[in-house]
């Protein structure tokens, strides 16, 4: 999650794989349920309706081809038919052109004198050359391994010269003349082989790139073993056409793919960044023909695996790279995304990455399947792009009995249970956030590089994947019987036929656990017309809220304006929706809802007047659906989600107070809502608790949505042992005003109840600033600071540590782009926007770099965000990053910044030629600032 909030969603754990003939069915059950989802009973009935004909596209940190289980489908077709890289992470320069002499020789850009086979060799033949260090290719764990690997050769090298040396030192003959010089010499080598031991630090590998045009194909040759005999490496082409990758040896044990651009100027050679996306890749469609009981859930199916997780910025997803990844799903004519990735988001189903989406499902049919996030246990934590986009499918993690037997070792199981840190929804402008949920934990296939077969990893990320594959057997059934459908159709299916988990809210589950069969026979009962149509609701009240989210408000009785707006997809013809006319009969269960009976839509949409009664409600989190039914039979065409949220009452001098005894279950989840008062800048919290299980954990969560911002803008969460709850105080940080939930979480996997008792009060410094800003002209600053209902001692400290400044660009250039990648859904060209900084240091120590307009941006940008790279007066990379920056390393001299942001159109690139760069550096030494009560001694 982003610290680089990288919601790679998931977090790992190592599994040694027990072998395949001592697992029993139960075992295979706890890898990755089937039973529970429908998917074991729909597979029987339906064999051959498990994936097949079904393309899948997997936006994730890349996928192994050689890991097990991703090799063929169920029909022995290739598995993984095309991986492609959307960051540029493995982007290597070939546009050197060389000549090969007789003798099938050419030059290397690493300066090795490299062989070719002659049999490659055309008259006339041109080669393009490219060269690349590996550790700018292999993931952190590659690099480590091999750094190990190679530490390991040299120490054992370095121990025959260490004893060779040593057993020389000891026989010398001390009656020689040279004694003396021979012994300092040896003993001088003693201690340079031992320093060695010590220092070393393998350089990286260094890798020649051969590409040559054999008839109509581009091949592609790399000297992964460095001896410059390219005749025992494979020839590679694009891996779509013949699905041949390589590896980079017994070190690495990295197994890597191709593909040729620019007409051999650009070669990709594609690595995982992580083994978070092949993972995913065996979850949804891994094929174990010795042992079917291992398999993924659509073993059936192909996949495509575009990496977004860019290796330089430690697998972090990029702008650039997600716009590249939805042009390459619309040109491969994929049928289902899968993306398990994602970030908080200040404005929920806005932004460019946003846009590009609803135009791939609307216009192109393709159905979106993500992570809800790992955000929770607290309300409205859902990330984007999954739990914050109307036309994505959100997927929450579920576990179920036999995974904690099974995966996580438990002898004494828990009850089945949404993971507690599942992010729950609502959004921040009133959709479900969640839309159902699926198991959220497996024991799947990993790269080779992490050398073992599988591991067992948890998250929203395995949920996503989970219920992917599942809609992948949906649609095998659909496309194998000619059924039409459409995601609109796939979405309300799923939705309807979901089972409601009873102890479960639907903050956390949506509308329920993923049932394949029931919406298997609901889509293959609806008819063509409807399941081409879906709707969407703006609550016209809050400009374009998708639902209604009472949260700010005091309990009173509000009316809201809703639109109810059909949505055709691009085959739906004009005489169809111009006919089109239904009359909506709405239902709602919760009687502080009022409604008219139905609404009439047409294609220009229906109106609906809601009122809310939230004074009829209690203190806590309240939630329901007015749905909106066909009257002729009965099915649900639409759902108004309706949220509101009653504060519990403050007591004490100045209303400040608040108590309470809770006592949680195993697992349970309970929220308290306080309004703090206006002043207030934090909260001291005291639990009381005699509760001792070692293993069992409380969760602390609390949050504010603050007004067009994310919502771990405002949030404080703790993992709390139980054995140390007997007197656990906090003190957690507090926006006055805006509603603040505080959860008290049960963690899952808890064997036993949790009583608590529980005291917060909220304090505050009246006049006290969140910042003061000091100018340059030794002007004292002034605040007035006074306690609010307390007497509170202050002990003010205050000093300068680090310097800012800013930059102008030193160059700026704006151009279309020359990569092949770089169109968008809709066919336009990407121009892109290079900036140039230089600054010279005059001290080594960290760097903290910043561009305010763009910076923490993503989802919710206008632009594709950014990139940029940092160079050393070497000219050597330093680092890349992107809209969260991280501190950098710098040493003396010039450096220089190369910041590119990229844009459908030139001219809304203009205004940024001249983006001023923020730099901030650590001061050497803290300067203190003088702290006194009155003007005079300030100036005394």
Known sequence: MHFKFRIILASISLFTLIQSDRVTAASYEGFLPKKITEVKAFLNKHPSFDGRN?????????????????????????????????????????????????????????????????????????????????????????VDNYKKHARDQMLETNKIYLD????????????????????????DRLELLNRMEESYDAPSPVYDCVLLKMRRDWRVVIDTNQDGDLRNEDLLEDYSIKQRYSHFGAETLTNFAVHVYNDGDLLSIIIPSSAHGTHVAGIIGANYPESPGRNGIAPGAQIISIKIGDTRLDGMETGIALQRALRMVKELGCDLINMSYGEPTSTPNKGWFIEQVNELIHEHGVTFVASAGNAGPALSTTGAPGGTTSSILAVGAYIHESMMAIQYGMAHTSQNNLYTWSSRGPTADGDLGVNFCAPGGAIAPVPSSSQVPAMQMNGTSMASPYACGAIGLILSGLKSESKPYSPYGIRMALEETAQIQGHLDSFSQGHGLIQVNEAFENLQSTSESRS???????????????????????????THKLRIQPLFTKATKAHTKAIFENWAVLDCEASWVSFPDSVLINQKGGRVNVTINSKMLTPGAHSTFIKGKDQFNGRTLFKIPVHAIIPSSLAGIGKTEWKKKLHLQPGEVQRVFLKPPSW?????????????ESNDRLVLHTTQLLQSQRFNRAEWKRYIPARSLSNYQAS??????????????????????IKLNIEIKFKGLGGLQRMYVMGSALI?????????HDTIELQPQGSLTEVEFSLLPCDASIQRSSDPRDILVNDQELHRLDLFYKWENTQAGSLNVHWDALAEVLYDSSYSSLLWKVEGPNGRVLTYDDAWSHPIKIN?????????IWHAYKELLEPFKKLPLNLSLPLSQSIPIKLVTTLSAANG
């Open 54 to 142: 079904i393309k899948i596209a997997i936006l994730d940190s890349g996928v192994d081809p050689g890991a097990p289980g991703l090799s063929t489908t169920s029909e022995g077709l290739p598995k993984v038919i095309d991986i492609l890289d959307a960051t540029g992470s493995g982007d290597v320069d070939t546009s050197v052109i060389g000549t090969p002499n007789e003798d099938a020789q050419v030059e290397g850009l690493s300066g090795r004198r490299l062989q070719l086979d002659p049999a490659w060799i055309e008259p006339n033949q041109l080669i393009h050359l490219g060269v690349v260090n590996g550790f700018d290719l292999f993931p952190d764990n590659v």
């Open 892 to 900: 003396k001299g010039t450096h220089r910044i190369n910041l590119t």
């Open 732 to 753: 957690v940080p507090v926006h006055g005003n805006p509603m603040m939930e505080w959860t008290f979480a049960s963690y899952w996997s808890n064997q036993s109840s």
């Open 532 to 558: 081409n149509i879906g709707f969407e609701i703006n609550n016209t009240n809050q400009s374009s809220e998708r639902g209604i989210y009472l949260r700010e408000n005091t309990p009173s009785i509000t």
């Open 780 to 788: 004292p600053i002034s605040a007035n600071i006074q306690g609010v």
């Open 164 to 187: 060779q040396t040593q057993k020389a030192l000891e026989t010398l003959a001390t009656e020689k003349p040279d004694y003396h010089a021979k012994k300092k010499d040896l003993e």
């Open 680 to 692: 207030a800048k934090w909260a001291e919290m005291r639990i009381q608790s005699n509760s001792s």
